[in-house]
């Protein structure tokens, strides 16, 4: 009697503290990192539904591209699937994975106007999970390019809770191939931190009907972590960080002498050791990964300056303002 008594509240608690997700990459609906994600998501109790791009779609930011045809004409990623399907559809075996032809926000518009409520009964959205990437999107200057940040800088304006999640294994790599219970490898360490997040947003949310207030997210960077990829960290920490900071850099261009071709670098700029906005006394973004610690940046949909700075700007020309 005791232990059907224990099992009951047991039942219970798991009940009030599942969430519905809904879950995207820039990488693809086949990466090996979202799939693992998605697998213990749901093994923590959650309610999870995947739509993510049929093809690579890193880079494109909040870029809002929608299929161009009713088929794939090219192959998607790792060939999975091939070109001359439908240009979106889900696994034979689990409606609750999905791949759509489109960028990482178009991903999120379709699974809430489309997906959601033709397939699942209108179903109401906790929060809204893009990655873990594969690779960082590290301060302003990803934030303004990553497919990933694209997906819940996209779902932060639609009113959802959103948090973006990316890692430095950088291993662009098909789940049938790489997907496995390994503890130590790169994609079950990212899964792994990420739901203990989750947990412990989820468990200080209570009985708020929200997670974070309106137009906020959250950028969360891993850094290179798991036996797989050489890392000897397998644990990384949690530090609370911001965009900008020193040791911030930006991608400059640079021409090939040999292929006579422009290539991208990452060069230091010191423009945005300038802190004019939010907590000052933070780490930066790129200065956290470093180490064995990952970075949990705050983000806000207002991007205007602080009053004081844009009073400066405003009066070298506010004698033409009306």
Same mark, same amino acid.
């Given at each position: 009697?005791?232990?059907?008594?224990?099992?009951?509240?047991?039942?219970?608690?798991?009940?009030?503290?599942?969430?519905?997700?809904?879950?995207?990459?820039?990488?693809? &609906?086949?990466?090996?990192?979202?799939?693992?994600?998605?697998?213990?998501?749901?093994?923590?109790? =959650?309610?999870?539904?995947?739509?993510?791009?049929?093809?690579?779609?890193?880079?494109?930011?909040?870029?809002?591209?929608?299929?161009?045809?009713?088929?794939?004409?090219?192959?998607?990623?790792?060939?999975?699937?091939?070109?001359?399907?439908?240009?979106?559809? =889900?696994?034979?075996?689990?409606?609750?994975? &999905?791949? /759509?032809?489109?960028?990482?926000?178009?991903?999120?518009?379709?699974?809430?106007?489309?997906?959601?409520?033709?397939?699942?009964?209108?179903?109401?959205?906790?929060?809204?999970?893009?990655?873990?990437?594969?690779?960082?999107?590290?301060?302003?200057?990803?934030?303004?390019?990553?497919?990933?940040?694209?997906?819940? /800088?996209?779902?932060?304006?639609?009113?959802?809770?959103?948090?973006?999640?990316?890692?430095?294994?950088?291993?662009?790599?098909?789940?049938?191939?790489?997907?496995?219970?390994?503890?130590?490898?790169?994609?079950?360490?990212?899964?792994?931190?990420?739901?203990?997040?989750?947990?412990?947003?989820?468990?200080?949310?209570?009985?708020?009907?929200?997670?974070?207030?309106?137009?906020?997210?959250?950028?969360?960077? /891993?850094?290179?972590?798991?036996?797989?990829?050489?890392?000897?960290?397998?644990?990384?920490?949690?530090? =609370?960080?911001?965009?900008?900071?020193?040791?911030?850099?930006?991608?400059?261009?640079?021409?090939?002498?040999?292929?006579?071709?422009?290539? /991208?670098?990452?060069?230091?700029?010191?423009?945005?050791?300038?802190?004019?906005?939010?907590?000052?006394?933070?780490?930066?973004?790129?200065?956290?990964?470093?180490?064995?610690?990952?970075?949990?940046?705050?983000?806000?949909?207002?991007?205007?300056?602080?009053?004081?700075?844009?009073?400066?700007?405003?009066?070298?020309?506010?004698?033409?303002?009306?």
């Amino acid at each position: 009697m005791k232990f059907t008594s224990l099992f009951a509240i047991a039942t219970s608690l798991a009940a009030v503290s599942a969430k519905n997700i809904l879950l995207t990459n820039d990488d693809g &609906w086949a990466a090996t990192n979202i799939r693992a994600f998605y697998r213990d998501l749901k093994a923590a109790g =959650h309610n999870v539904v995947m739509v993510a791009p049929a093809v690579q779609m890193s880079g494109n930011g909040g870029k809002f591209q929608l299929a161009a045809s009713n088929t794939l004409e090219t192959d998607a990623e790792f060939g999975y699937p091939p070109a001359g399907s439908p240009s979106w559809g =889900h696994e034979e075996d689990d409606l609750n994975v &999905w791949y /759509y032809n489109g960028t990482p926000a178009a991903c999120v518009g379709v699974a809430l106007d489309y997906i959601l409520p033709t397939y699942f009964n209108n179903m109401t959205v906790d929060v809204v999970l893009g990655g873990p990437n594969e690779g960082t999107n590290l301060g302003e200057r990803d934030f303004v390019l990553s497919g990933t940040i694209g997906a819940a /800088y996209y779902a932060t304006e639609r009113g959802y809770s959103a948090i973006a999640f990316s890692g430095a294994n950088s291993n662009n790599s098909f789940f049938k191939d790489t997907l496995d219970d390994d503890p130590n490898h790169s994609a079950n360490i990212y899964s792994k931190k990420s739901v203990e997040l989750l947990d412990a947003l989820f468990e200080k949310q209570g009985n708020n009907e929200r997670l974070f207030p309106l137009s906020t997210g959250l950028n969360v960077n /891993y850094p290179k972590a798991g036996s797989d990829v050489g890392s000897d960290c397998l644990d990384p920490v949690f530090y =609370h960080s911001r965009q900008t900071g020193p040791n911030y850099f930006v991608y400059s261009a640079k021409v090939n002498e040999e292929t006579n071709l422009v290539e /991208y670098i990452s060069s230091y700029d010191n423009v945005l050791d300038v802190c004019s906005a939010g907590d000052c006394s933070l780490p930066a973004e790129f200065e956290i990964i470093k180490n064995c610690a990952s970075s949990i940046t705050v983000f806000s949909l207002d991007p205007d300056s602080k009053k004081k700075v844009t009073d400066d700007v405003i009066a070298k020309f506010d004698s033409i303002l009306s």
